[in-house]
């Protein structure tokens, strides 16, 4: 939504109307020259008829040039800033798009992930400054489970466990074979993933994305 757009996966909708929230309807009033007052509607609409079903809203977003936008809609939020090792970053995203799943662009290189990478960095140093935020390392959430409680006290989350690990990616065509990895669990399955990949030309790239961003490895501990 911080780029305008609104989307549902499938059964969405359906799991919504039960509850008398039409998003295939918000979805429909708030596209084409309403998109620009998408976040709005969001926060005015939508959230208040989910509010009174689900205690805490959270967005998750991917790319992160709009994080203005929320900001403006919701001064008070908290945001978790996450990342991961460029190598395996690197390497995971090599065999998405090398699989035709992922949703890469043109040349696949590591001096074309480096300047996307940088790019989404610079909005997180600038979310860090002005916006109340926690970072959390892939690895970390991944190998110590006070990390998940950090995150539920910086949330101020009255959730009394984790919820529903998999569910996504279990329903989720493009992601089954990482719901065959992890299955209902957060494991630690493919950290370092760049240590024991067989393709050494591939780690070399990934080892070339790592040295391009020093800065990124400063920021989040990534020293090795």
Excluded at 46 to 62: C, N, R, T, Y
Excluded at 134 to 147: F, G, I, M, Q, T
Excluded at 173 to 193: A, L, W, Y
Aim: hydrophobic residues 35%; contains cysteine; charged residues 35%.
């Amino acid at each position: 939504m911080g780029r305008d757009r609104f989307s549902m996966k499938a059964g969405d909708a359906e799991i919504f109307m039960k509850y008398g929230i039409d998003l295939l309807g918000f979805k429909e009033k708030w596209s084409g020259r309403q998109r620009k007052f998408l976040l709005d509607a969001f926060k005015k609409e939508l959230i208040p008829q989910i509010g009174s079903h689900i205690a805490q809203i959270g967005v998750k977003e991917i790319r992160h040039e709009g994080w203005r936008k929320y900001l403006k809609q919701f001064p008070e939020m908290k945001v978790l800033l996450t990342a991961r090792d460029p190598r395996d970053i690197y390497i995971s995203l090599h065999y998405r798009v090398k699989s035709g799943k992922g949703k890469w662009t043109g040349e696949y290189s590591a001096e074309r992930v480096v300047e996307d990478l940088k790019r989404e960095f610079g909005y997180q140093k600038e979310m860090f400054g002005k916006a109340d935020c926690l970072k959390v390392r892939y690895e970390d959430l991944c190998k110590n489970p006070s990390v998940i409680d950090n995150v539920r006290r910086f949330i101020c989350s009255k959730a009394p466990s984790i919820g529903m690990i998999g569910a996504f990616n279990a329903k989720n065509p493009n992601r089954i074979e990482e719901f065959e990895v992890h299955g209902n669990s957060i494991t630690q399955k493919r950290i370092n993933r760049w240590r024991w990949e067989m393709d050494k030309a591939l780690v070399a790239e990934a080892q070339k994305v790592f040295s391009l961003m020093c800065e990124y490895n400063e920021f989040w501990g990534y020293l090795e």
